[in-house]
Nanobody, 123 residues
Framework: QVQLVESGGGLVQAGDSLRLSCEAS????????MGWFRQAPGKEREFVIA???????TNADSVKGRFTISRVDAENTVSLQIHSLKPEDTAVYYC?????????????????WGQGTQVTVST
């Protein structure tokens, strides 16, 4: 079975850094684009950042310069390094996997989704 399990969320202070991780199983990780989305209460799920299997990345304008995505295919993991956290970053963060290299900011590009990890940024 396919599993994507996020970890690393929690309560943090504005200005702090945080690293989220996603461990995948049940599919050929090295052939998939991996992305992160987030969803705040009352808002639609939004694209954050993605990395394809050859290292190409794309990110939302709102997180450019603060969020970095990386992957370790030998470990079937993808990570999201966040710096200078802001209260508006508060959301459930979801890991997702898709088979394409293009249009990866769109949710329908992804086949598998994790259950999410909560990030709460306080002032």
């Amino acid at each position: 079975q396919v599993q994507l399990v996020e970890s690393g969320g929690g309560l943090v202070q504005a200005g702090d850094s945080l690293r989220l991780s996603c461990e995948a199983s049940g599919f050929i990780f090295g052939r998939y684009t991996m992305g992160w989305f987030r969803q705040a209460p009352g808002k639609e799920r939004e694209f954050v950042i993605a990395i394809d299997w050859v290292g190409g990345t794309t990110n939302a304008d709102s997180v450019k310069g603060r969020f970095t995505i990386s992957r370790v295919d030998a470990e079937n993991t993808v990570s999201l390094q966040i710096h200078s956290l802001k209260p508006e970053d508060t959301a459930v963060y979801y890991c997702a996997a898709g088979t394409g290299r293009f249009g990866t900011s769109r949710p329908n590009a992804y086949t598998y989704w994790g259950q999410g990890t909560q990030v709460t940024v306080s002032t």
